[in-house]
């Protein structure tokens, strides 16, 4: 226990260090001490003023984007091992349910018609939710609905919006619109700004503390329907609850930064080999864990080289070969 403890307190610290890091670290440069001046300005009383240049990149670009890789990695982690534990799965990732092919969708319609950063969200979020609400409607046409029918629904309808998204690239502009469809799809946190935090950031911070505070119960579904029935959990109520959770959290992620693969699968399978499998510890350091690996990963897409990488591109490039690894691991016997 005191172990499973002190490794929650190594990943708070971890995103204390890598939030300071990601303040100094951008295309324009900014010294370390003009940096520290003007965090600390309003506090405490310095002899020279900050400039408007350093106050804008700081607190206008830098910290929006801070935040919201931060609460992006957070719900990954914390969708990816809900996922993984209610489905019992370990290959289960947060858009087995078609969320994000519904996003992408929505968000490539936007583009083509629109091409208006607010409809892009709108309609990513819009669809993604439609897409997990077809998905448990044809779930629910089977006999009885199971964590089964709900994976295998979600794959069709996965592969429809995937479907009518290549058909949107088919009809796109090959100079203006496809482009952007393309670029959008591989996930970047480049165009968000303080307004897209202050309307996206509460709805994920919400969802991950209330799924946190059903951690306990997530260890009683992980025993079957069955028994956590005959411990007087109505598990449909509280599957219900936790896929809509989850949905909110991914589709609000797929709305404002795209397509962003690999962190809900691969962090929880790294904090389960740090605190195990008990959800009380697993979904809290799955969150702290995402949240540090997703501010990582932007980090390097923003300075790695002059053109900003996208973000679907560095976590796959990260994820598969580690993925690849705990395979290896699985195959020799360990957990």
């Known amino acids: 226990m005191r172990k499973v403890q002190h490794y929650l307190v190594y990943l708070i610290v971890l995103n204390i260090l890598m939030f300071c890091l990601s303040m100094f670290l951008g295309r324009y440069h900014i010294p370390m001490g003009e940096v520290i001046n003007a965090i600390f300005s309003p506090i405490i009383t310095s002899g020279s003023e900050p400039s408007r240049i350093v106050t804008t990149v700081l607190f206008h670009v830098r910290l929006p984007r801070i935040l919201l890789a931060m609460l992006i990695g957070a719900g990954l982690g914390i969708t990816g091992a809900s996922f993984q534990g209610i489905f019992r799965n370990p290959l289960v990732s947060p858009y087995i349910l078609g969320v994000s092919s519904g996003g992408g969708f929505g968000a490539a319609l936007a583009i083509l018609l629109f091409n208006s950063p607010m409809a892009i969200q709108i309609l990513a979020f819009v669809f993604g939710m439609l897409a997990v609400g077809i998905t448990y409607f044809i779930a629910l046409l089977g006999y009885r609905i199971s964590t089964y029918t709900l994976v295998l629904a979600g794959i069709v309808v996965g592969s429809f919006f995937t479907a009518l998204i290549s058909l949107l690239k088919y009809v796109a502009d090959i100079y203006t619109k496809l482009p952007a469809i393309v670029f959008w799809l591989m996930g970047s946190l480049a165009a968000v700004d303080i307004s897209d935090m202050l309307r996206t950031g509460p709805i994920i911070a919400v969802c991950i503390i209330v ?31 936790i896929i809509t959770l989850s949905t909110v959290i991914a589709a609000s992620i797929v709305a404002i930064a795209g397509i962003i693969g690999w962190v809900g699968l691969v962090v929880p399978h790294l904090c389960r080999m740090m605190v195990g499998a008990d959800h009380e510890k697993l979904l809290p350091a799955s969150a702290l864990m995402g949240s540090a690996y997703m501010l990582m990963v932007d980090d390097v897409a923003r300075t790695l080289v002059s053109q900003e990488i996208p973000l679907g591109i560095v976590t796959a490039i990260i994820g598969a070969p580690f993925f690849a690894y705990l395979l290896k691991r699985r195959r020799g016997g360990k957990p």
């Open 211 to 241: 799924l946190i505070m059903l951690r306990w119960r997530f260890n009683i579904l992980s025993l079957g329907s069955q028994e956590a029935k005959t411990l007087g959990i109505n598990t449909t109520v509280l599957y219900l609850v």
